[in-house]
């Protein structure tokens, strides 16, 4: 398992809509956290191994109704 962190920027008025999506439609989501500051959710997802998450995060988060802009963290070791 991989865990990666995903800062969103939302559409404006579309941020609880999109943590919604987001939470209820993306089985690898975690948590999912409104912020403020330069973006509006952080969300943790868990992927398989063997998951692109180039792929992951272009074809399954970006494209989301009301998600404008990603930035993406990978992690390496949990402590």
Request: aromatic letters at 8%.
């Given at each position: 398992m991989h865990?990666?962190?995903v800062m969103i920027k939302?559409?404006?008025g579309q941020t609880y809509?999109?943590?919604a999506l987001i939470?209820?439609?993306?089985d690898e989501?975690?948590?999912v956290y409104?912020?403020?500051?330069?973006?509006?959710l952080l969300a943790k997802f868990h992927l398989d191994k063997a998951q692109d998450v180039g792929r992951f995060?272009?074809?399954?988060?970006?494209?989301?109704?009301?998600?404008k802009d990603t930035y993406t963290i990978t992690?390496?070791?949990a402590f």
């Open positions: 865990t990666i962190f939302c559409d404006l809509k999109a943590a939470a209820d439609q993306v989501a975690a948590e409104s912020t403020s500051g330069g973006y509006d995060v272009t074809e399954r988060i970006q494209t989301l109704p009301g998600i992690t390496f070791s």
